[in-house]
């Protein structure tokens, strides 16, 4: 294209300008507002299933953390933005607006994302709120994140996402596949979003707002962190009728209300009957890991303090079969692979967020990769409302629980495992811990924590020495 572009929607003189200088280094044919309603569109069959390496470039290496590949900015200019030069040639490129939570709520969030993939524009559309909606909460500021995707095929191994949280940019070249494609939902809901929450005091999660809602009973809400892997949401359970809604699947915000209180909001746009389209009172957190071993099937911290410790030494195996254990990752709050500062720093960030609060949430951990012997497990689906029953006890002072030098875990009776047709004894196995185990498991996170050098809160220092006396003492 050698002609200016311009459209009659779009009245945002920095937008403009910004879309014309992507475009003269991109090349495209074409330059379109959206996707046409009802176009079929589906995934690039060469660069679908790329493998993007995934960078953080901030100011100070030292910034990024242990979870991030640091890139310079100079050194991103000069490697990987020439990548980009022609790589839309002979494609539309589509200009996706959009809005991350409930435009004109409190933590909503604008972007914009050029791409030469009709699979991701369509998908954007889809998922989020974008057009006209988006383009009038975008208004005439230039304070709106950047996000350039092509799916241009690269040679093996040179599929790149770069984030850039300081300046709201975010560059992805290479690969269709949803992680690399759908830049909004991760990209700048978590990598972008944990900056921003950071400087202004809330927080980004990668997960779901589960509402849990027993027979006749008042719903209450809970976020639920993890790889989404597990299902939470959207769930009903004929023999007990208890019955959850996911108003949001990929990620959210949280803050504290000016009540007091924890609250959260879908970065997605919501669904489903009975979703509210607003903010939501948050009466849990629940952690999400996948462990075949060490990791009891639920557990409750006894502390905002205590959950925090628990929730940044979170290990999680990214295969999993009874016989063969996978290997295990550190994913601390479950962000490992999403938080776009210095974990040390977010940690410290989480643990203010609780002292803001009167009264704060309970945090819980649930594993349902928690394997017995012989090698069964629980059997997850629908019965994973039984878990969130539990929890849900707890928060309303209802359920028993045993308390244990990790934390407060379930009595095998708390659990209804009504027609589960569970092997007996397979719950007493799934939730005991073992002393033994969990103090290895505190020698790896002390090696773990060493990690984040001076960064690491000296709050969690103090939690994981109180945790190392309570195992002593139980064991000796």
Known sequence: ?????????????????????????????????????????????????????????????????????WVGRATADERIWPLFRGCMTGRTMFVVPYVLGRPGGYLSRVGVQLTDSPYAAALLRERLWTGSVALDSIGDTSFFARSVHSRVKLSRGEATIVHFPETQEIW??????????????????????????????????????????????????????????????????????WRTETATTAACFVYVGRDGRLWAAPAERERGPDVPNREVPVAGFVFTTRRSRVAPLLLEAST???????????????????????????????????CGVHMGEYLDHVLSIGRQLAEAPRIFFANTARVGTPAVWWPSGAANVRLLAWIYGRIEGMAAGLRTPIGVVPTPESIDATHLDLPDGLLEQLLAPDGTEWLREVERTSTFFSEFGSKLPNALRAEHRALLARLETSIH
Not at 15 to 28: C, D, G, K, Q, V
Not at 40 to 64: C, F, I, K, M, N
Request: charged content about 20%; aromatic content about 6%; proline content about 10%.
């Open 304 to 338: 905002w303090r205590h959950g925090v410790y628990l929730a940044a030494s979170l290990r999680t195996e990214r295969t999993r079969s009874p016989s063969t254990p996978g290997i295990l990752v550190p994913d601390p709050l479950c962000m490992a692979q999403d």
């Open 172 to 241: 992805s070249i290479g690969s269709d596949a949803p992680r690399a494609a759908l830049l909004p939902r991760k990209a700048h809901a978590l990598r972008l979003g944990s900056q921003h929450g950071l400087n202004e005091g809330w927080l980004a999660v990668r997960g779901s707002i589960v509402g849990v809602e027993p027979p006749g009973g008042p719903k209450r809400w809970l976020v639920v962190a993890g790889d989404g892997l597990t299902p939470w949401g959207r769930l009903v359970d004929l023999p007990s009728g």
């Open 1 to 69: 294209m050698s002609d200016s572009w311009s459209h009659p929607n779009i009245r945002n003189v920095a937008l403009e300008r910004w879309i014309n200088e992507i475009a003269s280094h991109t090349t495209p044919s074409a330059i379109r507002l959206e996707v046409p309603d009802g176009q079929s569109v589906a995934p690039d069959a060469d660069t679908g299933y790329a493998d993007a390496v995934e960078y953080v470039s901030v100011a100070r290496p030292q910034d990024s953390g242990p979870f991030n590949r």
